[in-house]
């Protein structure tokens, strides 16, 4: 079955605590992104990846790191998380940037 | 950069009445994506338009995409429970950044 697949898909952590969040896709996607969502402001890009090590900033960058040296793989890391960004994330991958998007399951942070 | 508004934010009706929301961008657009995510779940790809004045349907709903491809709407006749949820409408633009920009999304919410 063609998915995305993320890890966890709750997670509670304190402030400061370095955390990963797992994304895989199966479909051989070149493009992936990460999104945050909060309540009123949509979807907001963090970050994206064109190809295997290429990535780039999104609209809201700040307090995140990527890394994508597998095709399938595109894990999104904070390494000192902040309780602003208490939110819940989305990993998408899609045959290429203006093509559609498939959609993880999502992950919901809360940083205390 | 680039900015897609969607109007309105919310909208309540009772079961068997239209609905209609509406995607406006401040730059030209590739194409329009339309997603739905119900509650608690992730976006969900509805249908995409590439062509300039472009209409498709899907059952109950209508799709459109406006001349100058800067605007798009979304209308759904006699809805019904099932369509409650969030629909966010996306566009790459037509050139510059990769970003495809999200609109943030109109909350439908039907009463029986």
């Known amino acids: 079955e063609a998915q995305v697949t993320q890890n966890p898909r709750y997670l509670i952590t304190v402030t400061g605590k370095k955390l990963t969040v797992t994304c895989s896709q199966n479909?051989?996607?070149?493009?992936m992104s990460w999104y945050r969502q909060d309540p009123g402001l949509g979807l907001r890009q963090i970050y994206y990846?064109?190809?295997?090590?290429?990535?780039d900033k999104g609209d809201v960058p700040e307090g995140y790191k990527v890394s994508r040296k597998e095709k399938r793989n595109f894990p999104l890391i904070l390494e000192s998380p902040s309780p602003n960004q208490t939110s819940l994330y989305f990993c998408?991958?899609?045959?290429?940037?203006?093509?559609?998007?498939?959609f993880g399951p999502g992950t919901r942070l809360l940083v205390l | 950069g680039q900015q897609v508004m969607q109007i309105p934010q919310y909208q309540h009706v009772q079961e068997g009445e239209d609905f209609t929301t509406y995607c406006n961008s401040s730059?030209?657009?590739?194409?329009i994506q339309w997603y739905k995510q119900r509650p608690g779940g992730h976006p969900v790809f509805l249908i995409q338009l590439v062509k300039s004045g472009e209409v498709k349907k899907q059952k109950r709903l209508t799709f459109q995409f406006g001349e100058a491809k800067k605007n798009s709407s979304l209308h759904i006749t006699a809805t019904q429970t099932t369509d409650v949820g969030t629909y966010f409408c996306?566009?790459?633009?037509?050139?510059?950044?990769?970003?495809?920009?999200f609109g943030r999304g109109t909350s439908l919410i039907v009463h029986p």
């Open positions: 730059t030209t657009l590739s194409n």
């Open positions: 998408a991958s899609s045959l290429s940037w203006k093509r559609v998007q498939y």
């Open positions: 479909m051989n996607h070149e493009y």
């Open positions: 990846s064109m190809n295997v090590e290429v990535t």
């Open positions: 996306a566009g790459p633009p037509s050139g510059g950044s990769y970003i495809p920009t």
